[in-house]
């Protein structure tokens, strides 16, 4: 049964930083593009950052470019998302999707495994 299992989330002050992890088992994953989504309360759920198979492409949300950094360590089967100056804005719960195929996609549709979310609220 595969496995997505999110932990790094928590509370922290506008202008700080959190990292997230998200380990896989029971899938072939350095064969799949890997992204993380949030979903604020009352809106839909959205992309933030994707990044393929063998690291090469790299895809981020505008609202967190030059701010946030995903990255993959196949041989752990993890992802991470490293995340800097904070903004309120950015409380959501964090999702780690496993796409289809290798691609980074930025479509929630191409992502066909999920975690079960961790919270990261910013304070102001």
């Known amino acids: 049964q595969v496995q997505l299992i999110e932990s790094g989330g928590g509370l922290v002050q506008a202008g700080g930083s959190l990292r997230l992890s998200c380990a896989a088992s029971?899938?072939?994953?350095?064969?799949?593009?890997m992204a993380w989504f949030r979903q604020a309360p009352g809106k839909e759920r959205e992309y933030v950052a994707g990044?393929?198979?063998?690291?090469?492409?790299?895809n981020y949300a505008d609202s967190v470019k030059g701010r946030f950094t995903i990255s993959r360590d196949n041989a752990k089967n993890t992802v991470y998302l490293q995340m800097n100056s904070l903004k309120p804005e950015d409380t959501a719960v964090y999702y780690c999707?496993?796409?289809?195929?290798?691609?980074?996609?930025?479509?929630?549709?191409?992502?066909?495994?999920w975690g079960q979310g961790t919270q990261v609220t910013v304070s102001s």
């Open positions: 029971a899938l072939s994953f350095s064969g799949r593009g």
């Open positions: 990044i393929s198979a063998s690291s090469g492409s790299r």
């Open positions: 999707a496993a796409g289809s195929g290798s691609w980074p996609y930025t479509n929630l549709s191409q992502y066909n495994y």
